[in-house]
């Protein structure tokens, strides 16, 4: 397996600068409808995805980055619905397509690296016929021999032996699931791959050869990709790019060097800090978890109830998600 | 995956076999644990019955001699197996002296091609019901209709066999009220009997598939709304695959796993007949002779029919254990 060549700073602005936008998300809300009001698991989310950049997202558990995954798959289960925005990918709006134009762009445009692969794939149906599944469904019928070619070299891809073509997946570690599904996820080029959270539940050296596997298959294909996860020190390794999310709204869009050396809003300064070090024992600064309802949000910021710096503005006005330097966008008072 | 192995079937066929000891020493035992001489005991219940026993004397030297129950109880034992194993199940107490073995070996077709096609009927129609109404996709006016055909399930079984004999046999005399065949006919091989046999089972078998639907339609529709949170089923729809396939291969081929097992279990207990169905439509099966035992107090008939019981659903649980795991991979020919 390759490792990459880690980037640059100066080599990411440049050359994310020019590149074309693959997927762009504008004004995004997800409700769940529940019998005490909705849960805004997503509210007025906005973000872009560039030609070949891995965008890290991350928040706290509950936070909304699933239920943002699976409204861009058009997945959300109900009761769940995309009340609002746009889900434009390579220009087509996702959030209008029914039926077969949705099918058609399942898979072929954007795939999916879900959580807990564990019990994504079914455990009936060996490897091979699972991912021939997704070819067939939208390339019909493929000849035999050329098929097995085709699967065996997508397994390569993902440093998976030519065995297990044949094997159920209860024959598979957790570690070569993962990259079964990733396998899949790439088996017809799509632009857009989501992954999320690809290496929770595996030990720390898998977590890095998933990891690995997922930097590799970027570099070989170009494609974009989400990874979704709480874990800190894979972002860096992975990520170009880091969204932070709390509560169901984007507060901080930054390259990964700059969110882990300049943070600016509170909460992503607080989630840098409680990142765990063997060197140093540090007191937890997040100490509880959300502190309103979902379903009820205070008006103003979304943070004030756990923000150190809360001012009257705060209680107020819910400050939009700005370009406050080059590429680095923040949703706080603090900077006005 | 292990192959089937010789030790794994051999192991599965020793315990059958135990299965089948176990039940005929349990048949061999219960009526020697009556105080007194169960023969004498048996003749001279039947005295009190009708008065006078002709031959009686005759009968029981018969018995005696039969199981030589003059002998110490391991020469008894050792005769008693012997003729299980060659399948003589001795004399009929009631109707002396027919033989068990032909009273069966007359009843045991009838009951065994009625309540097979009935049950498989029913397991597919039932399934199809149930993992309908759990489907998202059904449409509309299938999903009102479906519940429907799960109120018969409510009525007792009786209840449903006595209006169907009221309405279409004595009613509309679309179908004969009792029998398995019409009179004067040539049973073998032949269409009018075949005809005639298809034409006389009919009701007794709606009665039974329409009672007993319901039970594999609720398991099925449980068994489907728990699959459907499945990690794999949301990954078959990202995979933009079309809805039958999603449903069919993922939805349903997961779903009918456990009720492949009630399935073999079932079937296994076809044999034992089905009393209430067979006696209202004075089916000559194997129901009606367990019927007619019971009436009677014909002990050694009833033996012998809870001794084809026994076999009958040890041998499916047999066949069930040795092709199970061609249906469910998970489960291995080298474990349990
Ligand atoms: N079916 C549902 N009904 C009501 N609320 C729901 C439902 N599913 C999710 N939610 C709510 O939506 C919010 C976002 O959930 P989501 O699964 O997207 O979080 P997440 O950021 O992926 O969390 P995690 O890191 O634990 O995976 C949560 O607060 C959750 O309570
Ligand atoms: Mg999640």
Redesign the interface.
Known sequence: MTVSATHTVGDLESSAKNRNVVLDIRNLKVYYATPTGNVRAVDDVSFQVYESEIIGLVGESGCGKTTTAMAILRLVQPPGRITGGQILLDGTDLASLHGQALRDVRWNQMALIPQGAMNSLNPVMKINRQIADAIEAHEGRQPAKELKERIINLLATVGLPSRVYGMYPHELSGGMKQRACIAMAIALHPSLVIADEPTSALDVVVQRVVGETLLDVKERLGVSMIVIGHDMGLMAQLVDRLAVMYAGRMVEIAPVETVFHEPLHPYTQLLIESIPSIKQRKPLKLTEGLTHDLRNPPPGCIFQLRCPHVTDICREVNPPLRELRSRHFVACHLYE | ?GGLTPKYVLRRVGMWLLTIWLGATIIFVIPRLAPGDPVAAMVSRLTAQSGYVENSAQMIEAWRARFGLDGPWYVQYYNYLRSVLTLDLGFSLASFPSRVDEMIAQALPWTLGLLTIAVIISFFVGNLVGALMAWRRTPGWIRAFLPATLTFTSIPFFMLGILLIYLFAFGLRWFPPSGAYGRGLEIGFNWPFIKSVIYYGTLPAISIVVTSMGFWALGMRGMMITNDG???M?????????PQ?VFW??GV??SI?PQVTALALSLGGIAGGSTLVEYIFAYPGMGYLLYLGIVNTDYTLIQGIVFILIAGTSTAVLLLDLLYPL????ITYSKG
Do not use: H, T, V
């Open positions: 995956m499945e990690d794999y949301i990954l078959a729809e990202a995979k933009g695959l079309a396939r291969s993922y081929r997961n796993l249906i469910d991979p998970r």
